[in-house]
């Protein structure tokens, strides 16, 4: 079958289709990996095939326009519509309101959206699988056919807050099935996309936010709870493109506990607010008799007045080589970290700070198999006593070996592929045809 993966221009958000798509390709299926043009080095590094669509998105401008103003706001906000109090009715519809007109609909423009379509009409793939905030991918289903899901790298809990929106505003019925197809008029993003698949003369539904079904990459003690149909999946790292190679030192095992020091590709100093100073994390660390290493750019080296004896800078290392080394790591709470040191079974320190990081760090915490220090609350004193207290305290070494075998019970990318294929079978348009007049098959 003809497969279509499509993710905004972000390489966080991309790296977590890699081993789905190749285990696809392994399978013996066709695929292309749809985005903007400035991921398209990214997606060829990964020996993928790309398709250019649209132009750029602006996000280094966006995250400076709404900057503290924003984005601040959420430090403290859990998106758990369990926690009582949290999920007010302003919050959701400033949330809602924020999202759409600041990030869905510029990541998803109309000439990304266009282009697209255009694409998928000429190709007719059977399936598309979008990463959960480019909806251009189901709106590029809805109007060729194609059969689509949400591939999830991070816990749903975007979802989980749509729905409790749509429930103050009384327009989610009992059954998703009951849907009327017509978006409430304070529903932002619902409003967007009805008008973006009313240009192709297609309805909207709820199935364009939902997908018709998900492939959930998380561990279920992390998964709120799906009204739609869910694909567990076992995560797989892969930390992006650059030099995935093994150095000598890394080939020896550490005399002392090895903690590794990373805030990742996306959360950069000098782009985000709220993220922490690297100067800050390494006196937290001096004179601990462990061993550091700290996965830090040249813009971040520049940042440095000092670096403790104890640590080891290094520009990149593959995280799924160097954890497996590791006793802990210190980390800014991006998606892909988090995820790599899970299956890695590592306890973590996160300083996550805004939306599911926060979650993630907190639910980790509350498992037992790390701490969570948000990043506007660090301070060299905090996060030196939180090292500590994870390097001598065994239990959070154990919890962190359950989560470990909770990930890697979940089917691999390739046991997960045969899934796919019947779930294309049963909800692909019928009469979709390739060009030619060939029809498509399914294993």
């Not at 959420?74 to 519509?81: E, N, R, T, V």
């Not at 959960?132 to 059969?147: D, E, L, Q």
């Not at 909770?406 to 045809?433: F, K, N």
């Amino acid at each position: 079958m003809r497969v279509l993966l499509t993710s905004f221009a972000l390489d966080a958000h991309f790296n977590g289709s890699v081993p789905l798509a190749w285990a696809l390709r392994a399978a013996g299926h066709e695929v292309r990996v749809a985005s903007q043009p400035a991921l398209t080095a990214s997606i060829t590094a990964a020996g993928l095939t790309a398709v250019p669509v649209g132009a750029d998105p602006r996000l280094d401008e966006m995250v400076k326009g709404v900057g503290d103003s924003v984005l601040s706001h959420h430090a403290d906000q859990s998106l758990d519509p369990d926690t009582p109090g949290q999920l007010t009715p302003a919050f959701l519809k400033g949330w809602d309101t924020m999202l759409a007109a600041t990030f869905y609909t510029l990541i998803n423009d109309d000439p990304m959206v266009d282009d697209l379509v255009a694409f998928a009409r000429g190709w007719e793939p059977d399936l598309i699988v979008w990463e959960p905030f480019t909806f251009a991918g189901a709106v590029a289903a809805k109007v060729t056919g194609a059969a689509h899901a949400r591939l999830l790298s991070f816990p749903d809990l975007f979802m989980s807050m749509r729905r409790a929106y749509l429930a103050q505003l009384g327009a989610a019925p009992a059954d998703p099935a009951g849907w009327d197809g017509t978006a409430h008029p304070e529903d932002s993003l619902g409003q967007w996309l009805e008008w973006t698949l009313g240009r192709y003369g297609v309805p909207f539904d709820e199935e364009a936010v939902t997908g018709q079904w998900s492939v959930d990459q998380v561990p279920r003690s992390f998964r709120p709870p799906s009204d739609g149909p869910v694909v567990g999946m076992r995560y797989v790292p892969y930390n992006g493109p650059g030099p995935a190679v093994v150095p000598d030192w890394l080939r020896v095992p550490p005399t002392r506990p090895r903690v590794c020091v990373t805030l990742g590709l996306t959360a950069r100093t000098s782009e985000f607010p709220n993220a922490v100073p690297v100067d800050l994390v390494l006196k937290a660390v001096e004179g601990l008799d462990i061993e550091v290493v700290a996965t830090l750019d040249a813009e971040e080296r520049a940042l440095l007045t000092h670096v403790p004896d104890n640590v080891r800078l290094v520009d990149h290392v593959p995280l799924h080589a160097l954890l497996p080394t590791c006793a802990a790591i210190v980390h800014h709470g991006g998606a892909g970290t988090w995820s790599t040191a899970l299956v890695e079974g590592v306890p973590q320190i996160a300083m996550g700070w805004i939306w599911d990081a926060i979650d993630r760090a907190q639910r980790q915490q509350a498992l037992g198999a790390g701490l969570h220090l948000p990043s506007h609350e660090v301070t060299v004193e905090g996060l030196r006593g939180r090292l500590v207290r994870l390097l001598d305290e065994p239990s959070f070494t154990a919890a962190a070996g359950r989560l470990r075998a909770e990930a890697e019970s979940e089917p691999t990318p390739a046991q997960v592929v045969p899934v796919l294929e019947r779930l294309t079978a049963q909800h692909r348009a019928r009469g979709a045809r390739r060009p030619g007049g060939t029809s498509p098959c399914v294993s």
